[in-house]
C-alpha cells in the first residue's frame, strides 16, 4: 500500500505562482509513475502532469509551459510548480502514483484569483 500526503495549497493571485509538493510513504518501492490531477467544482477530474520514474514527463495542454512536475526520488517526492496562475487552474489538486494500485492523495485546494 502506498500513502500519498500534499502539500496545503493556497490562495494566489492570478499571474502568481504557488509550488504543491507530494510525499509518498509505505510501499514506495512499487511506486513508477506519479502525478498530479485536478477537480474543480462541478468538473470531472483531469489530468495535469506525470512523470517517470526516470524524469519523463507529459502535460495536459491547459498548463503546458507555465507548470513544471519534478520528482525526488531519494525523498520520495513529487513537486508541481505553478507559474503564471489563473482563475480557471482554481481546483482540488490530487497527487496520485501508480504502482500495483493506482494510490490517490486527499487532495489540496488551490484557489487562483483574478
Known amino acids: 500500500q502506498v500513502q500519498l500526503v500534499e502539500s496545503r495549497g493556497g490562495l494566489v493571485q492570478a499571474g502568481g505562482s504557488l509550488r504543491l509538493s507530494c510525499a509518498a510513504s509505505?510501499?514506495?518501492?512499487?511506486?513508477?509513475?506519479m502525478g498530479w490531477y485536478r477537480q474543480a467544482p462541478g468538473k470531472q477530474r483531469e489530468f495535469v502532469a506525470t512523470?517517470?520514474?526516470?524524469?519523463?514527463?507529459s502535460y495536459a495542454d491547459s498548463v503546458k509551459g507555465r507548470f513544471t512536475i519534478s520528482r525526488d526520488n531519494a525523498r520520495n517526492t513529487v513537486y508541481l510548480q505553478m507559474n503564471t496562475l489563473r482563475p480557471e487552474d482554481t481546483a482540488v489538486y490530487y497527487c496520485?502514483?501508480?504502482?500495483?494500485?493506482?494510490?490517490w492523495g486527499q487532495g489540496t485546494q488551490v484557489t487562483v484569483s483574478s
Open positions: 509505505g510501499s514506495i518501492f512499487s511506486i513508477n509513475d
Open positions: 496520485t502514483a501508480w504502482g500495483p494500485g493506482h494510490y
Open positions: 512523470i517517470t520514474r526516470r524524469g519523463g514527463t
